[in-house]
């Protein structure tokens, strides 16, 4: 057990699963860096630096840096999965998806299925997501719950460094394809991870935080945010679990519901747009499941249907934040409070 | 092709106004100051003047992630891309786009561009228009070497070729896609792709802006011809990092300060026109000045412009909704 970042904790997860299983191959752009130039190699180990040092290690063969043709690599990728490879690519941004979406939706994520359960693709596409870096509209988007829409692919969250290495070693070692989202402001963040592989399984939510007043259902970044609004509600008397269901695709439907009908009471915390997205379905599962436990309308927090907007004081208003999470749930007991009145 | 006094000055005075811009873009980015990524185009300026001065208004151009260079090339103002890079709501885009996504539709300008490869496929449509509509428009893409491998640049291509589209294609290689070298990432070569759909292409030296200048002259005049698409395989190189903050480590030491020693295009240009006695130092002297004024005003003003408003956040998603 010791001290890791996000980054660390992913970059550890990789080395520790090739170490132990020589079909893992990495592909992305610039994952090492310096491809055919004069100067350093492994100059970049990605664009943050998470994959950096790997190829000391494991070398060309399987350390591979690609051309800027995201369809042609994820695509790749599919099929060598499909034909006795498990690789591990690198989406630089999930915004990128656009030019390469028909290879994991259509190709990868379908195999199984179309062919009567005679394919596996265990492949995993790692790729950066999230506003807050004042990347602007094409480079900060969350776009999970496209994926999640997708019959065929899993779709998981780390939520800090002890879940990234977990579920990252999860997702390796998992027979579907796999989207792995890490959330671009958590990189530095640190925390105890254990020095030895582990996995996290999916579909298992993680209950960080126990209450009696209300449930928060937070999905990646969010969940920090979610427990920074709970401290500060707990100061003032209202108790709250906060659900990291980990993976949105399973999606842990039993801890939620069970959560809900403890609490009555429900906030869910969701970065990406607020059409069709993941508080929007956990709202509907509520509805049809738990509908008689409610004792509030249900909360969503989620960022106005926009674009991510460039300027600093823009993106700020946009993306939730723990001030609109503690709101949300002083609406939500509020509306007790008037109930009963 | 003939270039009179005021082309050159004119010619000048953008190359120096886009290499004031980005030096002192570098310093700005430095303190902290300027939010997001910043990709800077010195170096490559006499890709983008030697280009877009033969364009007009009229005629669309689109570019990339490297956008600041072909902005100004193509008379977007100075002041309203400060404030845009700086998130004012004074910017050309209200500061919601940032220095990745300037755009002067007004201009020909399409945007920079945050997403590799996405500018080629517009083109085709800007193209596509000048040519239904007759407006004897003609519209370029500006494209790296690593965009070169993208399916999109690729197929832009051979629908221009199909369509016979008065679009040219320009393939700025500065030899490096972040820090990828365009010798691993690149198969087969630029004009043996252009070649296989059926176009022409020109072998630019882009530290040389009459080379740039006249293949680009060649490139336009067929285009506006109706004779259909053209390549430019323009070898150029960046002085700065991919992004501010790119420590390239994988450049040859020495690599850049050779380059800027040795083939600058702006300091070439220089000495080839006071060479032949069509400017003289004294001319050049006070556009250097003038360029210098104008940028620091610029910033200054983009520093102490207002922010977007709060109800900013909610407007221009659609036209109606
Ligand atoms: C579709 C897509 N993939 C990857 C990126 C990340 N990215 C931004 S710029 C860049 C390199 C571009 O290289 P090149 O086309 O040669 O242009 P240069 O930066 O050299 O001007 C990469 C990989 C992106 N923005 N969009
Ligand atoms: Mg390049």
């Given at each position: 057990?010791?001290?890791?970042?996000?980054?660390?904790?992913?970059?550890?997860?990789?080395?520790?699963?090739?170490?132990?299983?020589?079909?893992?191959?990495?592909?992305?752009?610039?994952?090492?860096?310096?491809?055919g130039a004069p100067g350093e190699q492994d100059a970049w180990g990605g664009p943050l630096g998470v994959t950096k040092g790997l190829l000391a290690e494991f070398g060309r063969e399987r350390i591979l840096d690609t051309p800027l043709s995201e369809s042609a690599f994820i695509g790749a990728a599919a099929g060598a999965a499909a034909t006795g490879l498990r690789p591990v690519a690198e989406l630089m941004f999930v915004d990128f998806m656009g030019v390469c979406f028909d290879q994991i939706f259509n190709q990868a994520a379908k195999f199984r299925y179309m062919f009567g359960g005679r394919a596996r693709t265990p492949m995993v596409i790692r790729t950066m997501y999230g506003a807050g870096l004042r990347a602007a509209s094409q480079h900060s988007q969350s776009l999970y719950p496209i994926f999640t829409h997708i019959p065929g692919?899993?779709?998981?969250?780390?939520?800090?460094?002890?879940?990234?290495?977990?579920?990252?070693?999860?997702?390796?070692?998992?027979?579907?394809?796999?989207?792995?989202?890490?959330?671009?402001?958590?990189?530095?963040?640190?925390?105890?991870?254990?020095?030895?592989?582990?996995?996290?399984?999916?579909?298992?939510?993680?209950?960080?935080?126990?209450?009696?007043?209300?449930?928060?259902?937070?999905?990646?970044?969010?969940?920090?945010?979610?427990?920074?609004?709970?401290?500060?509600?707990?100061?003032?008397g209202i108790s709250c679990n906060v659900v990291d269901p980990r993976t949105t695709s399973p999606l842990d439907t039993g801890t939620i519901l069970e959560c809900v009908e403890d609490t009555g009471r429900l906030v869910i915390v969701d970065e990406a747009s607020p059409r069709c997205n993941m508080a929007a379905d956990i709202s509907a599962l509520v509805a049809q499941e738990a509908f008689g436990a409610l004792k509030a309308p249900i909360q969503m927090v989620c960022p106005p249907h926009v674009p991510v907007p460039f300027a600093p004081n823009l993106e700020d208003l946009y993306v939730p934040s723990a001030e609109r999470i503690e709101a949300a749930v002083r609406a939500v007991m509020a509306y007790k409070a008037r109930e009963a009145a | 092709m003939q270039m009179n006094r005021e082309d050159l000055l004119q010619a000048y005075r953008r190359m120096r106004t886009i290499r004031e811009f980005e030096e002192r873009l570098h310093l700005e980015f430095a303190t902290g100051e300027i939010p997001g990524f910043v990709h800077l185009y010195a170096g490559e300026e006499a890709c983008a003047v030697g280009i877009c001065m033969q364009l007009t208004d009229r005629d669309a151009i689109a570019s990339t992630h490297r956008g600041h260079g072909h902005c100004l090339a193509k008379g977007v103002e100075v002041a309203g891309m400060m404030n845009e890079i700086y998130g004012r709501k004074s910017g050309l885009c209200g500061g919601k786009g940032g220095s990745m996504h300037i755009a002067d539709l007004s201009k020909g300008m399409l945007g920079a561009n945050g997403i590799v490869g996405g500018g080629p496929p517009l083109i085709c449509g800007a193209a596509l228009t000048a040519k239904v509509l007759k407006t004897g428009a003609v519209a370029v893409a500006f494209f790296g070497d690593g965009a070169s491998n993208q399916g999109t640049t690729l197929e832009s291509l051979n629908l221009a070729s199909i369509w016979n589209l008065p679009a040219i294609f320009v393939c700025e290689d500065n030899g490096y896609a972040e820090s990828t070298s365009s010798a691993y990432s690149v198969g087969g070569s630029q004009a043996g792709r252009a070649a296989g759909f059926g176009m022409p292409c020109h072998e630019v030296d882009g530290f040389d802006f009459f080379a740039v200048h006249d293949a680009a002259a060649t490139a336009i005049a067929r285009a506006r011809a109706g004779e259909g698409p053209s390549m430019l395989h323009v070898r150029l190189s960046r002085y700065f990092g991919h992004f501010e903050g790119d420590a390239t480590t994988y450049r040859a030491p020495g690599e850049v300060e050779r380059l800027r020693a040795e083939r600058d295009c702006i300091a070439r240009f220089r000495k080839r026109v006071t060479e032949a006695a069509l400017l003289d130092d004294a001319d050049l002297d006070s556009a250097d000045e003038a360029v210098t004024g104008e940028i620091e005003h610029a910033v200054a003003d983009a520093k102490n412009a207002p922010l977007p408003s709060e109800a900013d956040l909610l407007t221009d998603v659609y036209v109606a909704y």
């Open positions: 057990m010791s001290k890791k970042s996000y980054r660390a904790a992913i970059n550890e997860a990789l080395r520790q699963e090739m170490r132990r299983d020589p079909t893992i191959v990495l592909m992305g752009e610039d994952i090492a860096g310096g491809a692919l899993k779709v998981a969250l780390p939520s800090s460094p002890y879940e990234a290495k977990g579920l990252l070693i999860a997702a390796i070692r998992d027979d579907d394809p796999v989207i792995f989202f890490e959330n671009k402001m958590l990189y530095d963040d640190e925390e105890e991870v254990p020095d030895e592989p582990y996995a996290i399984p999916f579909g298992e939510a993680n209950l960080t935080r126990e209450g009696d007043h209300a449930t928060i259902v937070a999905f990646g970044r969010m969940v920090k945010l979610a427990n920074a609004a709970a401290d500060r509600l707990e100061k003032a | -």
